[in-house]
């Protein structure tokens, strides 16, 4: 499947199959007949989009599918080719652009590969018969975040706004910052000081004002909040920010349009904040209600046992309480989450599967990514492999599964992780004897 596909299917599903605010006065009384140019018009839309990406016949769709309401457009959608809509309750808003929005920055899209069992080292290692790998490590800042900041960015445009600011373990962080830059907006990142030095090194290239708190994550997060209220920047926090969970749940209309709408039995991602996994959970609904998938699959929700304060909720079944952040994967180090409810209502709506994994499970994943898939992920990137293994060690789920597991983040955003779950090099010499020496030391016969 190529990855070109996968990115025009998710921006048309989150842009021209939404509800599009249009300018005042502009609305007609619902039922009124629209035509398809009509439509094109009011969204700016026909030289921006193809006719057709994907499985996806807009022209058809939106023939069939547009209806009028007081104020906006919404489209709603189909049932796969029948013209057959699910349920009288009228249309969900996948996004809320305004007409004539440039979106030309929001470049995100990652491929998907399919991993058998029987043939493929990772699904055996893992336990599996049939595996998919989603590596948003692929993205233009190289994390899942891109697919929130892209829509940051436009939002932000939107409003008028000529600088953007958020609090961040790292990887939104450098994410808002590259696609603002793209866009010529200034930016004011908030990190903990712990944030891994090529994050910080990715925030400072692409020219962030960049201010590093002495604290943990909660503390970083209060304090650019009292920033963004005194100067009144644009808000791009994803707990704040109802459009950024718009962005994120693209991951999931990607991988289900890329599976060709065959719906797995889980999809697992490691979780920090709860962000991530809330917004996947609503593209997964989505698509439900709309009438592309039949059913919905569950989520495995994975997070460091160092700080895993909403798996722990789900566990015992009590409110979720504050937890020190004692992990290496600094992406998901989050001991109050500030998307809490809206992930574990996607846990328990999805009767999803809850799993920790210690630093060790996490190092030994970014090995076993690296050396049977060639894929080099972040520990927290890494971390939604690990709970599919553990997971299956477990017996969470069984072998026969179809599970898709989602790399959020490249590894060369951490490479001091990435030396401690792989080691140092050799270091040798200019000698042959030398060299032989060596090899022999580490057992190692060419």
Excluded: H
């Excluded at 921006?48 to 709603?76: F, H, N, W």
């Amino acid at each position: 499947m190529k990855k070109t596909r996968g990115r025009l299917l998710s921006l048309v599903l989150a842009v021209l199959l939404c509800v599009a605010v249009l300018p005042t006065g502009s609305a007609r009384a619902m039922g009124d007949a629209m035509s398809l140019d009509q439509v094109k018009a009011l969204m700016n839309a026909e030289t921006l989009y193809p006719q057709k990406t994907g499985y996806i016949e807009l022209d058809r769709m939106l023939e069939e599918a547009v209806c009028r309401v007081s104020g906006p457009v919404a489209v709603r959608y189909p049932r796969g080719g029948q013209g057959e809509f699910r349920g009288d309750s009228g249309p969900e808003p996948v996004v809320v652009l305004r007409a004539g929005t440039d979106i030309t920055l929001a470049g995100y899209g990652t491929e998907i590969n399919e991993l058998l069992g029987a043939a493929d080292r990772l699904a055996q290692a893992l336990g599996l018969d049939t595996l998919y790998l989603k590596d948003d490590g692929q993205n233009p800042t190289s994390s899942l975040k891109d697919r929130a900041s892209a829509l940051a960015v436009v939002k932000a445009r939107e409003a008028g706004a000529d600088t953007i600011a958020c609090s961040s373990t790292g990887n939104a962080a450098s994410s808002v910052a590259g696609n603002a830059a793209a866009a010529g907006l200034s930016t004011y990142i908030f990190v903990p000081s712990r944030a891994p030095r090529g994050k910080v090194a990715q925030l400072r290239i692409f020219g962030a004002t960049v201010i590093s708190v002495e604290g943990s994550y909660e503390d970083t997060f209060e304090l650019s909040r009292a920033a963004i209220d005194r100067w009144g920047w644009y808000n791009r926090n994803a707990a704040i920010n109802p459009y950024l969970s718009e962005g994120k749940k693209t991951v999931t209309l990607e991988i289900l349009e890329q599976l060709g709408w065959r719906v797995p039995d889980y999809i697992a991602l490691s979780v920090g904040d709860g962000c991530t996994i809330a917004g996947a959970w609503k593209g997964l609904k989505d698509l439900y209600a709309a009438g592309f998938i039949d059913r919905l699959p569950r989520l495995i929700s994975v997070q460091a046992e160092g700080c895993c304060p909403l798996n722990r909720a789900i566990e015992t079944g009590k409110p979720w309480e504050p937890m020190a952040e004692n992990t290496l994967a600094d992406s998901i180090a989050v001991g109050v989450p500030r998307n809490p409810d809206k992930a574990l209502c996607a846990m328990r709506e999805s009767d999803g599967v809850a799993v920790n994994v210690s630093d060790g499970e996490i190092l030994e994943a970014m090995r076993l990514l690296g050396r049977t898939q060639g894929v080099f992920g972040e520990p927290a990137g890494a971390a939604g492999t690990a709970g599919v293994k553990k997971a299956v060690e477990l017996g969470l789920i069984p072998a026969g599964s179809t599970v898709v597991s989602i790399v959020t983040g490249n590894g060369l955003k951490d490479v001091q992780s990435g030396i401690q779950a792989a080691g140092e090099p050799m270091r040798v010499s200019p000698d042959m004897d030398a060299l032989l020496a060596a090899f022999a030391a580490q057992d190692i016969r060419p």
